[in-house]
């Protein structure tokens, strides 16, 4: 990446290589798509696979190998992990957490995925390791986390099985570490919210006719720049949209460090057990 220059991320997820519902000719023509774009860099966030086989692993891989970007992050998701696959990714793919820092943008990726267990978590024991990434940014530094589950509840997504069993803990860790964006996959339903200043962003599923509702497969793009960020959702072989445009906010609030400390002086001024 150069200097001053926008940043461009591709995000794609769930290809679900090896099912049946995954359709080829959609991811290939999405590649064809974001190289056209030349972006910085390609997050890719799990569930590359159906079942995690290592036949599936060797197809996806040589499905993704003409990415014409030298910045990939590749996450593992919950069908990847199925049948001890995280072996097979991590002998392709090399660290399920990693750190990607250039021109302004840091990433920090954790794997949220379980063997064998379709919902997932972060875990308490990589909160040092989140917190230790994201304290090495400068202030205007971009901060985007990804993982595979969902962090907070995507609407027409089913019951609610999907966020990690530790959302409201990482959701805290990624609020005191002033993420900007956080980057997920998983039930294939594009969505955003935002939580303090932060914006969540669910990704798609770039190339698998397993779609809930009147859902196309889609991928998402960012732009960064040094006072703005535009996302764009886009659809292979057809339109995109924009999604979001915003300022950048180079002061965070947090709300709730306002409630934490008015609670902790309330309980000394009357004395409250509580
Ligand atoms: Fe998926
Ligand atoms: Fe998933």
């Known amino acids: 990446m150069g200097n001053n220059k926008e940043t461009i991320i591709t995000q794609i997820s769930d290809l679900h290589v090896g099912e049946t519902q995954f359709v080829p000719s959609l991811l290939t023509r999405a590649i064809d798509e974001i190289n056209e774009m030349d972006p910085d860099m390609v997050i890719i966030?799990?569930?590359l696979t159906g079942n995690g086989f290592k036949r599936e692993y060797d197809t996806a891989k040589n499905y993704l190998a003409p990415i014409k970007c030298k910045n990939i992050i590749v996450q593992?998701?919950?069908?990847?992990?199925?049948?001890?696959?995280?072996?097979?990714?991590?002998?392709?793919?090399?660290?399920?957490?990693?750190?990607?820092r250039d021109n302004g943008v840091m990433v920090v990726a954790a794997d949220s995925s379980e063997?064998?267990?379709?919902?997932?978590?972060?875990?308490?024991?990589?909160?040092?390791?989140?917190?230790?990434?994201?304290n090495k940014c400068e202030p205007e530094e971009y901060k985007i986390f990804a993982m595979h589950h969902h962090l907070i509840p995507i609407p027409g997504t089913g019951r609610e099985r999907n966020i990690v069993t530790d959302a409201g803990d990482v959701l805290e860790v990624l609020a005191e570490c002033k993420v900007d964006l956080i980057l997920c996959g998983h039930k294939h339903v594009p969505y955003?919210?935002?939580?303090?200043?932060?914006?969540?962003?669910?990704a798609?599923?770039?190339?698998?006719?397993?779609?809930?509702?009147?859902?196309?497969?889609?991928?998402?793009?960012?732009?960064?720049?040094?006072?703005?960020?535009?996302?764009?959702?886009?659809?292979?072989?057809?339109?995109?949209?924009?999604?979001?445009?915003l300022k950048r906010k180079p002061e965070k609030r947090k709300i709730n460090d306002r409630f934490v400390k008015e609670k902790k002086e309330q309980k000394q001024e009357a004395g409250s057990p509580y």
């Open 45 to 47: 966030t799990g569930d």
């Open 76 to 100: 593992p998701g919950n069908h990847d992990s199925r049948n001890v696959g995280y072996m097979h990714f991590e002998e392709i793919y090399g660290e399920r957490y990693l750190t990607f």
């Open 115 to 134: 063997p064998d267990l379709d919902n997932g978590q972060i875990g308490r024991e990589y909160y040092k390791f989140i917190r230790h990434e994201f």
């Open 192 to 202: 955003i919210w935002s939580v303090e200043d932060m914006y969540i962003l669910t």
């Open 204 to 245: 798609g599923t770039v190339s698998c006719l397993r779609l809930r509702g009147k859902i196309e497969p889609s991928y998402n793009i960012i732009h960064i720049r040094e006072d703005e960020i535009d996302i764009y959702r886009r659809f292979p072989f057809d339109k995109s949209e924009k999604v979001l445009g």
